[in-house]
């Protein structure tokens, strides 16, 4: 069963240690934006390509990022806590929306 999701960078993970890049720093496609990881608020949605579990990624097959349809892979460094409806990772934490599978209505189908 696929899985789409919209993904929101929310916070900096505690201690992370490659804090949040301004959005005026910010470069899409960049790879590590100079030791630092996403902006707050950095969204994208797409089809989750495995399950969420501690010590793996968080992987994406992303179709939209910021609003505009861009595809693409978003994989995050590896997850620390998955918490109702957020995921932890080294650097940040993430809200996870689960969203209906046949796209009509967007809002969340179970988290």
């Given at each position: 069963?696929?899985?789409h999701v919209r993904i929101r960078k929310v916070a900096e993970a505690p201690n992370a240690r490659c804090k949040a890049a301004p959005w005026a720093d910010h470069v899409p496609g960049a790879v590590n934006h100079?030791?630092?990881s996403?902006?707050?608020g950095y969204e994208l949605e797409g089809e989750l390509?495995?399950?969420?579990v501690v010590g793996g990624p968080l992987v994406?097959?992303?179709t939209h990022r910021n609003g505009v349809e861009i595809r693409g892979v978003f994989t995050t460094s590896p997850i620390?806590?998955?918490e109702t409806n957020q995921v932890w990772t080294q650097n940040s934490v993430y809200l996870v929306t689960f969203l209906d599978a046949d796209r009509k209505?967007?809002?969340a189908a179970a988290s």
């Amino acid at each position: 069963m696929k899985m789409h999701v919209r993904i929101r960078k929310v916070a900096e993970a505690p201690n992370a240690r490659c804090k949040a890049a301004p959005w005026a720093d910010h470069v899409p496609g960049a790879v590590n934006h100079h030791g630092k990881s996403l902006p707050l608020g950095y969204e994208l949605e797409g089809e989750l390509t495995q399950p969420l579990v501690v010590g793996g990624p968080l992987v994406v097959r992303r179709t939209h990022r910021n609003g505009v349809e861009i595809r693409g892979v978003f994989t995050t460094s590896p997850i620390a806590a998955i918490e109702t409806n957020q995921v932890w990772t080294q650097n940040s934490v993430y809200l996870v929306t689960f969203l209906d599978a046949d796209r009509k209505s967007g809002e969340a189908a179970a988290s």
